[in-house]
């Protein structure tokens, strides 16, 4: 799960690594307060996940009480892509001599932790990556040894800083480090790391993805859970504890496993239909589940059909046949269905379902079969 | 022959006093799979339908011969228990436990190969290894595979495991061994150490692959088998309409630039001479008219 700025700059800060002194606050009246507290000019800044805020118009600079009076209640309240801003961070406007970049993600080819440094921060740093690679120092990290100082420093000074930027450099990127493991996160991402006037650096932005795996060992994660980027479909099935991504079509898919669950995708695009989802109701396929996932793509308003696919594993094709009739039972769909019942006793879980087969709930014998009745119930191929 | 497991290899279930260990452990035995040994160092003592159940692997290994080891223990335990597999003298691991934080496999499969070079890891969050006929080890249904080869099959996926079993078994196309290596970030084994295993096994004529979205481990495993693959390969990925961006389930698939996408994966699966079926049964069939050349059928 994602982080907004202020969280992850909060996490930083429990490591030592320094960041500019500020606030989060949620109404105009506090920004303010904030800012006379901290003295101008302060910077004003949207907490939202999705990018391209300072494009939005939601970084403001504020010079004195006036302008974070303006700023503070043009960015509250503000949409940006479809995300309404709730949060603003207010913070100390730093003079900035130099910006750079860095990093620690899980580089899964190396099965090490990479870090990534580079003297051209603040700008699209993939764009640096594409167009001159080797302007990104990196180095690989063997999580049995963890980042020692010695390599630490041989791979700032591979980076090219600013030499009056080493020191502060090295000692920020082992609390990174640290953070980075301890905090059991994806991402650690410092993009501007910048270099004052003085000869001070500090962390201007933060960029935190936690691992979803971890939250056992940091219970205080689960006030992130709340912030998370879903839209209203994605909501009701994350409340109902199913793996739902929404997507823009029409057809509605549900299926056993995360792999066939992404291959029903596949194939219902293959056949000229859309779907409207991706839905991994798990290895098995009891009423609950089946019911629950229903009713969410029952209340998706583009869902024009929905295919139900089904592969019997360990779990019995009658268990999933019966599963499928009582959830059935207890909601009411508007969409026609199509299942496709493969595997394990799928002739004896066909044989349940065939009582209750009609027009609007029909069985096809293999996936490519389910996929072409479900996208012409729906009404045809999209254009 | 089979690659990995076998049926004269011996299984400790780390978690067989639990309700999955207990369902799996006694399901994989009833399938003919040396089951020897449970672990659990509450329990030591006590043995299940007949199972003896030790504090440690060291213990069961000491006691009983176990060969391999068989994790059921919650994710918050996988990797105290891998350690405990490791130092216990097994030499192959297979972690079915999903939900494992990335940095535990990270750490363990780094300190495995600098401290136990000679122990292969299989998974987290995998459906296991099945060699039909001689050992099932995890939750694969066993009965859905045909014995024999001349197939062997890697998968990241655990239905489409299953799914790609069953369209061969519809065929009447047996299996040597069916590798299930999990969607993790950081799978113990990979594709490659399952190719060129399948590749050094005289009865697996032919592989069936299949991949999904995320990581490079397809763009790694179509390098390998240009360069050292002489046995034919099938493959299908899941996940070619998949939004960029979008997370689909597995922890390791997601889609980033257009590395990682199953367009590029199939494109670079394709370039290595690998038949790429659009759907799992496409595969299925040109597995077919693989074997039908090859003259096995």
């Known amino acids: 799960m994602d982080l907004l700025e202020y969280q992850g700059k909060q996490l930083f800060g429990r490591y030592g690594i320094p960041v500019s002194p500020g606030a989060a606050v949620t109404t105009v009246d506090e920004a303010v307060a904030t800012a006379e507290g901290l003295g101008y000019p302060v910077v004003v800044k949207a907490q939202v996940l999705v990018g391209g805020r300072g494009k939005a118009g939601g970084v403001k600079l504020a010079a004195d009480v006036d302008e974070i009076r303006t700023h503070a209640s043009n960015i509250l309240g503000m949409d940006i892509k479809g995300h309404r801003v709730d949060v603003v961070w207010i913070e100390k406007a730093s003079d900035i001599a130099e910006e750079y970049y860095a990093s620690f993600t899980l580089d899964r080819a190396a099965k090490q932790h990479l870090g990534m440094l580079s003297a051209q921060g603040g700008v699209e740093i993939e764009q640096v990556a594409d167009e001159n690679p080797d302007a990104i120092a990196r180095i690989h990290v063997n999580p049995v040894d963890g980042l020692s100082e010695v390599d630490c420093r041989a791979w700032v000074e591979a980076a090219q800083l600013n030499p009056a930027a080493t020191e502060g450099a090295v000692d920020i990127l082992l609390k990174l480090y640290e953070a980075y493991t301890e905090g059991d996160a994806d991402l650690c991402e410092i993009n501007p790391l910048i270099l004052t006037p003085d000869g001070r650096v500090h962390a201007l932005d933060a960029k935190v993805t936690l691992d979803d795996n971890a939250v056992f060992r940091h219970p205080d994660y689960e006030q992130y859970d709340a912030i998370q980027l879903r839209d209203e479909r994605e909501q009701a099935a994350h409340d109902k504890g199913l793996q739902y991504v929404g997507l823009d079509g029409f057809v509605g898919v549900i299926a056993n496993g995360a792999g066939l669950a992404m291959s029903t995708v596949d194939i219902v695009n293959q056949v000229g239909g859309k779907p409207a989802n991706f839905l991994d109701i798990g290895g098995g396929a009891n009423a609950d589940v089946m019911a629950g996932a229903l009713e969410v793509i029952n209340n998706d308003p583009n869902v024009r059909s929905i295919f139900i696919n089904i592969f019997g594993g360990i779990t019995k094709g009658e268990e999933v046949a019966n599963g499928i009739v009582q959830a059935l039972a207890r909601v009411k769909i508007d969409s026609p269905i199509v299942i496709r019942l493969d595997g394990t006793n799928a002739d004896e879980g066909r044989a349940i379902l065939a009582p209750h087969l009609s027009d609007r709930l029909q069985l096809q014998p293999t996936m490519l079969d389910a996929a072409r009745s479900a996208v012409e119930l729906a009404g045809g191929a999209s254009a | ?297």
């Open chain 2, 1 to 297: 022959m089979s690659i990995f497991v076998d049926e004269t290899t011996k299984v400790v279930y780390q978690g067989l006093t639990g309700s999955q260990g207990r369902f799996y452990g006694l399901l994989n035995k009833k399938y003919g799979t040396k089951v020897v040994a449970g672990t659990n160092p509450k329990k030591a003592g006590t043995d299940v339908e007949g199972i003896p159940v030790f504090a440690s692997v060291a213990d069961a290994v000491a006691e009983t011969g176990a060969t391999a080891s068989c994790v059921f223990i919650p994710a918050p335990g996988v990797k105290d228990a891998v350690l405990d597999a490791a130092r216990g003298g097994v030499k192959f691991i297979v972690v079915i436990t999903e939900g494992v934080p990335a940095h535990d496999e990270a750490w363990f499969y780094n300190e495995l190969r600098r401290d136990f070079p000679d122990v292969r890891l299989l998974g987290p969050n995998c459906p296991g290894i099945i060699s039909p006929g001689k050992a099932n080890i995890g939750i694969t249904a066993g009965h859905i595979a045909k014995a024999g080869g001349p197939v062997g099959i890697v998968s990241r996926s655990g239905t489409l495991t299953y799914q790609a079993l069953y369209e061969l078994a519809q065929k009447d196309i047996g299996v040597t061994t069916c590798v299930g290596i999990g969607g993790d970030p950081v799978p113990g084994t990979s594709f490659i150490d399952c190719l060129a295993a399948f590749e050094a096994d005289d009865e697996t004529k032919a592989v069936m692959m299949i991949g999904e979205i995320g990581g490079s481990a397809e763009e790694e495993a179509a390098a390998f088998i240009a360069s050292n693959m002489s046995k034919p390969v099938v493959s299908y990925v899941a996940g070619v309409t998949a939004p960029a961006g979008k997370k689909m389930g597995h922890a390791g698939a997601i889609i980033s630039g257009s590395k990682g996408t199953a367009q590029a994966k199939m494109d670079a699966l394709r370039e290595a001479g690998v038949k790429v079926g659009l759907n799992p049964t496409e595969a299925g069939e040109l597995m077919a008219e693989v074997i039908k050349e090859l003259g096995l059928s």
